[in-house]
């Protein structure tokens, strides 16, 4: 999540830059829901004290409005297709969400 964050915050700056600013947050998906409540909640924990910086750079571009994070269901990551092995129907589930087609050779 701190790369992908860390790459929203150039993108919209880059954007800025040539004249693009950006209003709205960018959603940042995760399916981590524990991930995504120490994020958005600043309060101290005694279990969340070996947190890094990346963390506290999340909750940073979070409290800014400069991301949002949605949650997204682990049935649902598409990433998956890539990264695990899995079921035939399963995988063309994903690759469907894709919207990728597999075009016939031509005669």
Not at 33 to 46: D, G
Not at 75 to 82: E, H, M, T, Y
């Amino acid at each position: 999540m701190s790369i992908a964050c860390s790459e929203i915050v150039w993108l919209r700056g880059l954007l800025a830059k040539i004249g693009f600013p950006q209003s709205n947050p960018a959603p940042l998906h995760a399916d981590n829901t524990s991930a995504i409540q120490i994020a958005t909640n600043p309060v101290y924990h005694k279990r969340t004290k070996h947190i890094k910086v990346d963390c506290h750079y999340i909750r940073e571009a979070v409290d800014k409005g400069v991301i949002t994070l949605p949650h997204v269901s682990s049935d649902l990551q598409i990433a998956d297709a890539f990264t695990k092995s899995m079921a035939r129907r399963r995988h063309q589930f994903l690759v469907g969400k894709l919207m990728l087609l597999d075009l016939p050779a031509s005669i």
